[in-house]
């Protein structure tokens, strides 16, 4: 099917031609034209008078399933948060609630622009089948912990579903999914698990997701265990051979930079998170100074307390300002770069984040034609500081609508809601 998206203001996120206003043609999966061309002859139009056309965004880190925990643990440190209150109720969690959470969480994600997550979480088949069914691209992990060293990791239990998720869902959903493999953390894994898991990412040339630097005390704690930084110890262990996405990296030490632009590995912000739970404030626009790419982030809905990457896109500009007291440190379309070409980047996906001929049809249409939104003189900065989530009304990926006029077209949000407040009487009861 051919779409013809006219009369549209094009953040195009192309460096060549940043903003074009005219329109979009999409043949079958991928992007025809941008600006006009009179030989593109349309199945479909659609006039978008009114409204500004852009990629659509990534989030590049998140744990999907954890949006049936929102509001569940609120004002605690990392710790207190992570090892008191949510590793306890996690491991009540069934696959089904898997399931039906990352359903809800892909509900959440279209309704507010986001065409392809980076999950890490466990019993993750339920999440591979809510992106499938969703139509929204995901990579997604199972996160690794290992407390103990054994003489062998041949059958343990987490690589093993690691792998069988491997098997079973790498390039489904006509490529869409696509699975990572990830240590948790430095702090959750011996250093051997680690070796275990470089050496396996390395023999399936799988990407890497894992979180780095956090807190100042997974910093500390580190370095008095092993005599190094948790970017150090991850590189002595084997792993940044393959592509690699490291939340959060709010310590990095001079050197652990300079690894990260040497490896080229992927830094995700996730301002909201790293506030909330008082882990301080990245240096982003120092790493991204220093050649490094950084994208955005929500993390999970347990942490922050939405998966609302406007919010972040909005935060990431201010924050890094305030603290520098710089007003051109992210500019709006260096805070628009990271949730689109950048998340894009982090999680391989090579067609995507840029709106030109040859690309996918990943994008979405915002509508501008309100008051809060009017009048305007710089699309970048309306996107960036004035629009909300809710004034997204389309999301389209690979040239199929997934909502179209605040409609969802592929999940049935009415059960899906049904299901989750279920969930939450159950979970309610251990609380
Ligand atoms: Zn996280």
């Not at 006009?36 to 409204?51: H, L, M, Q, S, V």
């Amino acid at each position: 099917m051919n779409i013809l998206i006219k009369n549209a203001v094009i953040i195009t996120m192309d460096s060549e031609s940043p903003i074009v206003k005219g329109d979009i043609g999409i043949k079958g999966q991928t992007i025809s034209f941008v600006g006009k061309d009179n030989t593109f002859t349309p199945d479909r139009i659609i006039d978008a008078k009114g409204n500004i056309v852009m990629p659509g965004l990534v989030n590049a880190h998140t744990h999907t399933p954890m949006s049936l925990l929102r509001s569940y643990a609120d004002d605690l440190n990392l710790q207190q948060w992570l090892f008191d209150k949510i590793f306890p109720i996690e491991d009540t969690f069934t696959e089904d609630d898997i399931y039906w959470a990352s359903m809800l969480s892909c509900v959440e994600m279209i309704q507010s622009g986001t065409i392809a997550f980076a999950d890490m979480y466990f019993l993750n088949k339920g999440t591979a089948k809510a992106a499938i069914q969703s139509g929204m691209r995901a990579n997604i992990c199972r996160g690794l912990q290992c407390f103990e060293d054994k003489p062998s990791f041949e059958d343990d239990e987490r690589m093993c579903e690691a792998l069988e998720l491997y098997r079973e869902f790498d390039g489904s959903g006509d490529g869409r999914v696509k699975i990572d493999l990830s240590p948790h953390a430095v702090y959750t894994n011996t250093p051997k698990y680690l070796e275990y898991i470089a050496n396996m990412a390395g023999k399936l040339g799988a990407g890497v997701h894992t979180h780095i630097s956090e807190t100042f005390v997974e910093n500390e704690e580190c370095i008095k265990k092993h005599g190094m930084t948790p970017t150090a110890l991850l590189d002595s262990a084997g792993f940044f051979k393959t592509r690699t996405i490291a939340a959060h990296c709010v310590y990095l030490t001079d050197e652990d930079v300079n690894i990260f632009r040497e490896k080229d590995i992927n830094i995700v912000h996730n301002p909201t998170s790293n506030l909330k739970l008082a882990s301080g404030i990245a240096p982003v626009g120092k790493y991204m100074q220093a050649g490094i790419n950084v994208a955005l982030g929500t993390d999970g809905a347990a942490s922050n307390n939405n998966l609302n990457m406007f919010e972040e896109i909005h935060l990431a500009a201010l924050l890094q300002k305030g603290v520098n007291k710089n007003p051109t440190d992210i500019s709006a379309e260096d805070a628009l770069k990271m949730a689109t070409i950048n998340g894009a980047k982090a999680l391989g996906l090579k067609n995507t984040g840029v709106l030109k001929a040859g690309n996918n049809a990943d994008l979405i249409i915002i509508n501008i034609d309100k008051p809060h939104l009017t009048p305007y003189y710089n699309a970048h900065a309306l996107v960036a500081y004035s629009v909300q989530a809710s004034d997204v009304e389309s999301v389209m990926v690979g040239g199929k609508f997934l909502m179209e006029k605040g409609q969802i077209k592929t999940l049935d949000v009415e059960q899906i809601t049904y299901e989750i407040k279920k969930k939450g009487d159950r979970i309610r009861c251990h609380m």
